[in-house]
């Protein structure tokens, strides 16, 4: 067990570029989490998918944000563009369907927007 | 309100001593509940969960939940220094969303 995958660790971009955030679950986890974490704001969800469906991206802060699940083994996370105010470290989680289940969270990636 | 709140922290025990964390939701709907321990700059790991009214026990830890009044609780024994890190309650409902609180952060001082 690879333990749920994220890339990069670190992002460092300008202000107004493309950034995509990448996931890859633990084989076997229909559901996929993205959060975003600030000393600010805590760990908040912005959006999950079960079995790759979309169920709540009501944490998306705005239309700048995207994310899909093309398939069981990969996720992306995309800002564009990006600002200042989207730095943060932004995790990706999986989870079994079993009511109960924890999340398991990647390592994370670090962005800064400059 | 917020979904889940925490004790404001920062908490602060000597070693050996217990550290209590604790946690009340609002969501009555919630059904299975969660404490992380957070390392500054590491991501969220497991360390207790609970589903059912009472006390559950693990080495040193104990999680309590109790329903009726939304309330969970983390207790350590014999605190280490190892154990200083962020504590994260989280509440989920079937096979939804986690919602967590803000963290509360344990320091144990030798």
């Known amino acids: 067990d690879a333990g749920v995958i994220q890339s990069p660790r670190h992002e460092v971009t300008e202000m107004g570029q493309e950034v995509t955030l990448r996931c890859k679950p633990i084989?076997?986890?229909?559901?996929l989490f993205w959060y975003r974490q600030t000393m600010m704001r805590g760990l908040e969800l912005l959006i999950y998918?079960?079995?790759?469906?979309?169920?709540?991206d009501s944490g998306m802060p705005e239309d700048r944000f995207s994310a899909k699940m093309p398939n069981a083994s990969f996720s992306t996370l995309k800002i564009q563009p990006s600002e200042p105010r989207d730095s943060a470290v932004y995790f990706c989680?999986?989870?079994?369907?079993?009511?109960?289940?924890?999340?398991?969270f990647g390592n994370g990636t670090r962005l800064t927007v400059t | 309100q917020k979904e889940v709140e925490q004790n404001s922290g920062p908490l602060s025990v000597p070693e050996g001593a217990i550290a209590s964390l604790n946690c009340t939701y609002s969501d009555r709907g919630s059904q299975s509940f969660f404490w992380y321990r957070q390392y500054s700059g590491k991501s969220p790991e497991l360390i207790m969960f609970?589903?059912?009214?009472g006390d559950k026990e693990d080495g040193r830890f104990t999680a309590q939940l109790n329903k009726a009044s939304q309330y969970v609780s983390l207790l350590i024994r014999d605190s280490q220094p190892s154990d200083s890190a962020t504590y994260l309650c989280?509440?989920?409902?079937?096979?939804?969303?986690?919602?967590f609180g803000d963290g509360t952060t344990l320091t144990v001082k030798p």
């Open positions: 609970i589903y059912s009214n």
């Open positions: 989280a509440v989920r409902a079937n096979a939804g969303k986690s919602t």
């Open positions: 084989s076997g986890h229909n559901s």
């Open positions: 989680a999986s989870s079994t369907n079993r009511a109960g289940s924890p999340l398991h």
């Open positions: 998918f079960n079995n790759n469906v979309p169920i709540d």
